[in-house]
């Protein structure tokens, strides 16, 4: 069996399963936000009685981190509801924006977009808070209302994203009715240059198969080159397996993986047992990829879809209006020190935006030396535009007074993870999906730009 | 149980996503509350670009749209898990899609709601209708009626999932099948 199907096949009691098969999948973690987490209590409630109690009130996580930063009374509503909801059911793992369990969320747009306003629970983007807060864990499931939950499948696990009515049947039973899918396999060989990153593994990877090419799919990332990738780059690859119309994305458990795993649990007080898949010997891909690592260039994906690739160095004419570094792909601390590392003593010309994914990035970011200055008064010196309001923001568009978003036709070079049309906002704005440090480049230039030119000696 | 469907079509190309369906900024709506159910269908669609769409599918100030039956490419609903995609499009009286292929989780969610009947089509039917057209799309037939030209195209079978859709969605279904308890 392949990794996906070992994990199918042990979370429905079962000795073998193979694609194909149709199986009742217990879950280990459901987890919700504030924009699908109140109509997925709707149909809880629905469904199940009003006064239905959740299937395990330690598995079902709640995390608002979408709508949260705006003056949009209807968000600041959503997030009420997933707290009454908390109170009700006595969940464990809710991490709120305020800390006055009692209270209501309303945003101050008086205190401008960049100055902190959460309290000292809340944990930002739920796929970068779910592992900083001990929730992924190898061997699981993780069901998520989300369609990038396919992250946690950096930890060896089976992570996918669902709707509003699964995530309600999820909760009040625990259980999921599954088809395995397909494995693809894709095998990393050799090592990254300088100047090139996870997301071009990706942007590449994604740009092979096509962007409906993992549509029904499990990707499949192992060999060699994974163990010279960060837990950060493997959240970045499995994050964009749904932009290939991936179901999950699965890598192998290793020592980082374990290191990683067993700090974080432990940290949090979180279940600190799991029991990882490991390779068989015999698995069958519907599709092999060798990729050889030191051959990849910086890759951008073009408006309008994440498959639409081309080389960095093939865009040089492209001009630009912003640049944005952010959301769970992107936002992460590795991903601000290599986008800092390029803008260092150096000066954007375009309007840059820069939204960590979590508090805890922003912590690490304030407090992070090199030399007498922090990485965040190196990214503020060089002319970003730098919130410590960690969350989706404009990676979604958004209500329109969200951070970062575009309320006009612009085109943008984006860390994140779409470029759909209308995507970061306006209907006629165009995103370039790349890494961290080809938007630093291009935000120096004001065109799209092979960081490769911008790396410090 | 309705298996025939006629009325005028309205037609988008390939990879229509989520954000283009219902826009993130409407979101907030929570499709469980009734009100916001409906608004959501007076936005369906409207994230498509007018300069590429200047047919709307909800005219404006209206809360339903004309076209009980949506024609699309290839990976329509691809992107964002939102449950809110199919929701709208079934506020707005669309009751069959009919494309090439459908992203995974957007067919999930049309089959999991009840909202819509998820068609895959053996022909390319975007590149042959127009918006506007009149057809009748029978799913026990597995057709689709031009009624123009009388021309047939053929549907692939819905397979397991025809039921499901057919008790109005998975809980029905979960219940009527004995998955789960008749009360909740």
């Not at chain 1, 998520?144 to 089976?158: K, L, R, Y």
Request: net charge neutral; with cysteine; proline share 5%.
């Amino acid at each position: 069996m392949t990794l996906t199907e070992k994990l199918l096949a042990r979370a429905a009691s079962k000795k073998r399963v193979q694609a194909g098969d149709n199986v009742w999948v217990q879950a280990d973690i459901l987890m919700t936000h504030d924009v699908c987490g109140p109509g997925t209590i709707g149909v809880f409630k629905r469904e199940f009685g009003k006064t239905a109690k959740v299937w395990d009130r330690n598995k079902v996580v709640i995390i608002p981190d979408h709508y949260i930063f705006t003056a949009d009374s209807m968000s600041n509503r959503n997030v009420d509801i997933l707290r009454d909801f908390v109170k009700e059911q006595g969940i464990t793992y809710f991490y709120d924006v305020i800390d006055d369990p009692n209270g209501h969320w309303v945003f101050d747009p008086t205190k401008g977009a960049m100055k902190r306003q959460h309290g000292s629970h809340y944990a930002g983007v739920c796929h970068a808070a779910l592992p900083q807060k001990g929730h992924t864990r190898p061997g699981e499931i993780l069901f998520g209302t989300d369609s990038h939950t396919c992250m946690a499948g950096a930890f060896n696990e089976f992570a996918t994203g669902i709707g509003n009515t699964d995530a309600g049947f999820v909760m009040g039973t625990g259980k999921l009715l599954l088809k395995v899918p397909e494995t693809m396999h894709f095998r990393l060989e050799g090592k990254l240059q300088p100047g090139v990153m996870a997301k071009d593994i990706i942007l590449h990877s994604i740009g092979e198969i096509g962007f409906d090419g993992a549509t029904y799919r499990a990707m499949q990332f192992d060999g060699p080159g994974v163990a010279s990738l960060s837990i950060d780059d493997r959240m970045t690859i499995a994050n964009m397996a749904i932009e290939a119309g991936g179901k999950n994305a699965i890598f192998e458990f290793d020592a980082q993986t374990q290191a990683f795993v067993d700090y974080r649990c432990k940290l949090n007080g979180t279940n600190p047992s799991y029991e990882p898949v490991t390779r068989d010997k015999r698995e069958k891909f519907s599709y092999e990829l060798v990729l050889d690592l030191s051959k990849l260039e910086p890759t951008v994906a073009c408006h309008p879809n994440p498959g639409q690739r081309k080389l960095a160095r093939e865009l040089n004419a492209i001009k630009l209006d912003r640049a944005y570094i952010g959301s769970c792909t992107g936002g992460k601390t590795s991903d601000f020190i290599e986008f800092a590392r390029i803008l260092r003593g150096k000066r954007v010309i375009i309007d840059t935006f820069g939204v960590p994914a979590t508090p805890e990035i922003v912590h690490d970011l304030q407090t992070a030396r090199w030399g007498q200055q922090t990485v965040w008064e190196i990214l503020v010196a060089a002319g970003v535009k730098m919130t410590e309001n960690a969350g989706c923001a404009a990676c979604l568009g958004g209500p329109v007074d969200t951070f970062g978003r575009m309320n006009a036709p612009l085109k943008c070079i984006s860390a994140t993870n779409r470029n759909f049309p209308g995507r970061m906002g306006h209907k006629d704005s165009q995103v370039f999906l790349a890494s961290p440090a080809t938007v630093a480049a291009s935000a120096l230039t004001g065109k799209i730009t092979d960081p490769r030119e911008y790396l410090p000696a | 149980m309705q298996s025939v469907f006629t009325g005028p079509v309205f037609v988008v190309r390939d990879d229509i996503d989520t954000d283009q369906i219902i826009p993130a900024q409407y979101l907030t709506l929570v499709p469980t509350i009734r009100e916001e159910y409906e608004k959501l269908g007076s936005y369906a669609m409207c994230g498509l670009p007018e300069k590429l769409y200047p047919a709307r599918f909800v005219r404006d100030g209206q809360t339903r749209g004309e076209y009980p039956i949506v024609v699309a490419g290839r990976n329509f609903g691809c992107g964002s898990s939102r449950e809110h995609a199919p929701i709208a499009l079934g506020a707005a009286g669309c009751k069959v899609v009919l494309a090439e292929g459908f992203a995974r989780i957007f067919f999930r969610n049309s089959v999991a709601t009840g909202e819509l009947y998820p068609c895959e089509s053996s022909e390319r039917l975007c590149d042959v209708l127009k918006t506007g057209d009149e057809v009748t799309v029978d799913l026990d037939a597995l057709a689709v009626t031009v009624k123009k030209t009388g021309k047939v195209f053929k549907l692939k079978s819905l397979g397991d999932v025809r039921s499901v859709v057919d008790a109005g969605g998975l809980f029905n279904y979960a219940r009527k099948t004995g998955m789960i308890g008749k009360t909740g």
